[in-house]
């Protein structure tokens, strides 16, 4: 059986590009970009130019899944439709967060004849919004644990500077702000790997660099130039002894966490909840240990997770817990023992071959 999974965006860096490639693979089927990537890292699929040619490489696939429904607005999703209707090819979707964009059309493309009825989701409240949102009943199969295929081996890293690093994406809603507070009040090396991305407002990394200055923080160099419209590195250094490093992207994210003394994923529980992230799992294989909010394992699945307890978002967090958590994951000594359990976890509850069966029993 052979699976194609369409994605929309340039960008192959982030959790959807990641969950595509995992499902692809599990699958026996290959990702079918609709844009030709900036930053291509594997073998792909781009579908041709041509909507003939386009239909004719759906229709040599038994399945089709889109890994995201939220395509950018305008001519990917009038393309999207064209091409989905005119091959036939029985196809469902991924509810990835509880972000439903009102101004898509759902109803028409739910009304194609391709469509099975059903559709996936990490978390059963992702289901329920979308359903709310648009005035649907669908059949939700909802599988909590992403996929994810180990590729580390050999014991942890052992750096000696006390490192906390954050391989998300550098957005307020992924608590950069709480981060810049903890590496001065614990004054340690806060890294932020993940690249910031635009919007009308400007980067939030750009933001953060002047929310910093205003604090009185130094820059390296001394003349760096902040704006929030200005999207390179920098690094800080705070009063207190702490600092923190903007990378502005990472070729790989295994590269960044060599260096790193434990790792950190605060996005909030308006993004993020129910299941742990792909930068998580990441860390977890390389033998890093992990802080995350409580409500990314809700139910008490990981036993060597350092779990932030009442953190919801950036300005609803226990700042206390969380230097609590932080500190420990730090300064733990038994970080060997750490990382047989964390990949162990990795194995037994993200295997890709069980995923993709489930997916293949549920969704179409």
């Known amino acids: 059986m052979k699976i194609g999974v369409i994605q929309p965006a340039q960008y192959d860096f982030g959790g959807g590009h990641v969950y595509a490639e995992e499902v692809a693979a599990a699958l026996n089927g290959e990702v079918l970009w609709m844009q030709t990537p900036k930053f291509s890292s594997k073998p ?21 899944l889109l890994p995201v429904a939220r395509f950018p607005r305008g001519h990917l999703t009038e393309r999207l439709l064209r091409l989905l209707r005119a091959s036939g090819v029985p196809w469902t ?11 898509m059309p759902y109803h028409e493309l739910l009304s ?13 409240e992702y289901g329920a919004a979308f359903d709310k949102a648009y005035g649907t009943s669908l059949k939700w199969l909802v599988t909590p644990h992403l996929p994810y295929t180990p590729c580390c081996q050999g014991p942890p890293p052992m750096p000696t500077t006390h490192t906390l690093v954050s391989t998300s994406r550098t957005e307020f809603t992924k608590g950069i702000g709480p981060l810049t507070y903890i590496a001065n009040l614990l004054c340690i090396n806060v890294v932020l790997g993940g690249r910031s991305v635009p919007n009308r407002a400007g980067y939030a990394s750009g933001t953060l660099a002047e929310n910093l200055r205003d604090l009185g923080w130094a820059f390296v160099p001394h003349d760096w130039q ?8 920098w690094q800080a250094l705070s009063p207190n002894g702490g600092s923190v490093e903007y990378l502005s992207g990472y070729k790989s994210a295994f590269y960044v966490l060599r260096d790193a003394r434990a790792h950190v994923n605060l996005a909030s529980n308006r ?11 990441e860390a977890m294989d390389a033998g890093v240990p992990s802080v995350i909010p409580q409500h990314q394992d809700p139910r008490h699945e990981y036993e060597r997770l350092f779990c932030v307890q009442d953190y919801r978002t950036a300005g609803q967090c226990n700042l206390e817990d ?25 194995i037994w509850i993200h295997n890709p071959t069980a995923y993709g069966r489930m997916l293949l029993k549920g969704a179409f």
């Open 44 to 64: 792909h699929v781009v579908l041709p130019k041509s909507d003939d040619e386009a239909v004719a490489v759906l229709r040599a696939h038994e399945k089709v």
């Open 93 to 103: 979707f991924v509810q990835q967060d509880a972000i439903v964009d009102k101004q």
């Open 112 to 124: 194609l004849p391709g469509y099975t009825g059903r559709a996936v989701t990490t978390v059963r």
């Open 226 to 233: 902040i704006g929030k419209y200005k999207p390179g590195p």
């Open 271 to 281: 993004r993020a909840f129910g299941h742990l992230e792909y930068v998580t799992l």
């Open 322 to 346: 969380l230097a609590e958590k932080i500190g420990a994951a730090l300064t733990c000594e038994n970080r060997e023992e750490i990382c047989q359990s964390m990949r162990s976890d990795l």
